[in-house]
């Protein structure tokens, strides 16, 4: 109990400097989130962060501040690995549906122990290539899966007209920027404060050209 109260002590500090108020429900399930990763981690390898106040800090808070640029009815985390950011996308907004993709067996059964443990009736899995996904999504998230270039020229077909892909980054790189696909633009890049975290955080919002 005591390392859970460690924990939601964390989650809870970094998500005031953030400006979320979340329900408790909430804040457990994200607690209950690291707890299963880290227990699934000490087998499967699924994240180079091994201290769970350290995955608060690193992934739920880091995921969690790009809460107020998500928008639309449905999302796609491309390259999810293990479930970030979209399954704290997931929990803070049940009403929007979650598609999370990755192609590795591994983080792909843990996704699914994930959406069964915490019953996520939101968030579907698809174990595969980005390049194979079907449909069109409102909001496309992808955390240091890939440079912008790659991610449009793989998966551009499935943002939504009207639709906004957020990439997640760590420090911006003018050449990335610079060899933005047609038919895209970068509609303004954020920089992020992540608590309890070092090092630039940013966020890239594109739209259709």
């Not at 299963?36 to 106040?53: E, I, K, Q, S």
């Not at 608060?56 to 969690?64: C, F, I, Q, T």
Request: glycine share 8%; with cysteine.
């Amino acid at each position: 109990m005591a390392e859970r109260e460690r924990l939601r002590h964390r989650l809870d500090d970094g998500l005031a400097v953030l400006g979320l108020d979340l329900p408790g429900a909430v804040r457990d399930q994200l607690i209950a989130y690291v707890e299963l990763l880290a227990r699934w981690n000490a087998a499967y390898n699924l994240t180079a962060v091994r201290d769970p106040g350290e995955m608060v800090a690193r992934h739920l808070l880091d995921s969690l501040a790009i809460v107020p640029y998500v928008e639309g009815a449905s999302l796609a985390d491309l390259g999810t690995g293990a479930g970030l950011p979209g399954i704290p996308l997931a929990l803070v907004a049940p009403e929007r549906q979650v598609t999370l993709v990755d192609s590795n067996g591994k983080k792909a059964r843990f996704l699914r122990e994930a959406v069964r443990a915490l019953k996520l009736a939101n968030v579907r899995v698809i174990e595969g290539r980005v390049q194979d996904v079907p449909g069109q999504f409102d909001c496309i998230t992808a955390r240091a899966f890939a440079t912008l270039a790659d991610m449009l020229n793989w998966a551009g077909n499935l943002l939504a007209e009207g639709g906004s892909w957020l990439a997640m980054k760590g420090k911006l790189a003018d050449e990335e920027i610079a060899a933005l696909p047609a038919g895209f633009r970068i509609e303004r890049t954020i920089a992020l404060e992540v608590p309890a975290t070092v090092g630039e955080r940013h966020l890239i919002v594109v739209r259709r050209a």
